[in-house]
Nanobody
C-alpha cells in the first residue's frame, strides 16, 4: 500500500500563488504516475496535472501556463506550483498515484482546500 499526504493549501487572493506538496510513503516502488486532481462543490473530480516517473507532464487546459507540476523521485514527492490563481480554481485538491500496472489512479490523499477570493 501507498500513503499520500498533502500540504500547502489555504486562502489566497485572485492573482496570488500557492504551492501544494505531496509526500508518498509505503510501497512507493509500485508507483508510476503521480498527479493532482481537484473537486469543487457540485462538480466531479477532475485532473489538474500529472507527471510520469520519467518527468513527462500533462495539464488540464484550464491551468496551462499558470500551474507547474514537478516531482522528486528520490524523495517520493510531487509538487504543484499554482500561479495567477483565479476564483474558479477554488476546490479541494487531491494528490493521486497509481500502481505501474494500472490505468487509473488508485491511491489518494486526504485532500487540501484551496480557496481563491475575488
Amino acid at each position: 500500500q501507498v500513503q499520500l499526504v498533502e500540504s500547502g493549501g489555504g486562502l489566497v487572493e485572485a492573482g496570488g500563488s500557492l504551492r501544494l506538496s505531496c509526500a508518498a510513503s509505503g510501497s512507493v516502488s509500485r508507483i508510476n504516475d503521480m498527479g493532482w486532481y481537484r473537486q469543487a462543490p457540485g462538480n466531479e473530480r477532475e485532473l489538474v496535472a500529472d507527471i510520469t516517473s520519467g518527468g513527462s507532464t500533462n495539464y488540464a487546459d484550464s491551468v496551462k501556463g499558470r500551474f507547474t507540476i514537478s516531482r522528486d523521485n528520490a524523495k517520493n514527492t510531487v509538487n504543484l506550483q499554482m500561479n495567477n490563481l483565479k476564483p474558479e480554481d477554488t476546490a479541494v485538491y487531491y494528490c493521486a498515484a497509481k500502481d505501474r500496472w494500472r490505468l487509473r489512479y488508485n491511491y489518494w490523499g486526504q485532500g487540501t482546500q484551496v480557496t481563491v477570493s475575488s
